[in-house]
T-cell receptor, first 112, second 113 residues
Framework: LAKTTQPISMDSYEGQEVNITCSHNNIATNDYITWYQQFPSQGPRFIIQGYKTKVTNEVASLFIPADRKSSTLSLPRVSLSDTAVYYCLVGEDGGSQGNLIFGKGTKLSVKP | GAGVSQSPSNKVTEKGKDVELRCDPISGHTALYWYRQSLGQGLEFLIYFQGNSAPDKSGLPSDRFSAERTGGSVSTLTIQRTQQEDSAVYLC???????????FGQGTRLTVV
């Protein structure tokens, strides 16, 4: 399994763009990169998934450089409600052949 | 149902008792996952099912933990002879197939006293 490394925490202010970078130096050819968001007292929620270059949806963008050894989740114009823990996962077809392994995640705190 | 349903939402049990936690996945989802999350910690992977079979049981913390899934639908996580360190939120997730987007339930908060 490709191990991921993320910052433990980040602070931001409302309206700013937030970029959370995840390192995955041992990513395999078949591995996808997936990000989940977890609010307190709730289960994680899927945000975005990508394999290479850039993926964008209504919530976020995911930037993946050519070597795929890292990825950056970009949240545009965050609000207080974006305060949550963000997890980066790497695995085959986004799921490591079934055992979705979550790291410690990045705790994002958005301040007014 | 509209989402993954877990029951009970809260469970307080005495040390040494057995508990059963239930997960109703989204209809048609073949993959089902169980996790444990202690207060302020990340998610600890326990086990996943592809249909009714569990290819990898190595994440279960001890032989007091077991899980089964019947009919490719409902899953039960059983903890025997509960210990205080078993206290945590137990989360279940399902996905249409292994590796696709996983949808999580609200979890069962287990407190062993």
């Amino acid at each position: 399994l490709a191990k991921t490394t993320q910052p433990i925490s980040m602070d931001s202010y409302e309206g700013q763009e937030v970029n959370i970078t995840c390192s995955h130096n041992n990513i395999a050819t078949n591995d996808y990169i997936t990000w989940y968001q977890q609010f307190p007292s709730q289960g994680p929620r899927f945000i975005i998934q990508g394999y290479k270059t850039k993926v964008t949806n209504e919530v976020a963008s995911l930037f993946i450089p050519a070597d795929r050894k890292s990825s950056t989740l970009s949240l545009p114009r965050v609000s207080l409600s974006d305060t949550a823990v963000y997890y980066c996962l790497v695995g085959e077809d986004g799921g490591s052949q079934g055992n979705l392994i979550f790291g410690k995640g990045t705790k994002l705190s958005v301040k007014p | 149902g509209a989402g993954v349903s877990q029951s009970p939402s809260n469970k307080v049990t005495e040390k040494g008792k057995d508990v059963e936690l239930r997960c109703d996945p989204i209809s048609g989802h073949t993959a089902l996952y169980w996790y444990r999350q202690s207060l302020g910690q990340g998610l600890e992977f326990l086990i996943y099912f592809q249909g009714n079979s569990a290819p990898d049981k190595s994440g279960l913390p001890s032989d007091r933990f077991s899980a089964e899934r019947t009919g490719g639908s409902v899953s039960t996580l059983t903890i025997q002879r509960t210990q205080q360190e078993d206290s945590a939120v137990y989360l279940c997730a399902s996905s249409p197939q292994v590796g696709t987007e996983a949808f999580f339930g609200q979890g069962t908060r287990l407190t062993v006293v």
